[in-house]
């Protein structure tokens, strides 16, 4: 895969209100840490990029 780093910036708010925004690596980190200790969710990378909004 050539997924270069974009510079565009996402942002993803989950169910429970919490908030990230960063570039894509950022993000998926964040959530994916985030979903592990608030909600015990293991979230693949596809989960959350579903889930997440470009910023301009
Ligand atoms: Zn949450």
Known sequence: MSD???PRQWQVT???GWRTM???SE???NVTAHGK???QQNL???Q???QATPLD
Request: hydrophobic share 40%.
């Open 4 to 6: 270069n780093d974009s």
């Open 27 to 29: 993000v998926v980190a």
């Open 48 to 50: 959350v990029m579903s």
């Open 22 to 24: 960063g570039a894509k």
């Open 37 to 39: 200790e608030a909600h």
């Open 14 to 16: 989950c169910v429970c």
């Open 44 to 46: 693949t990378e596809d």
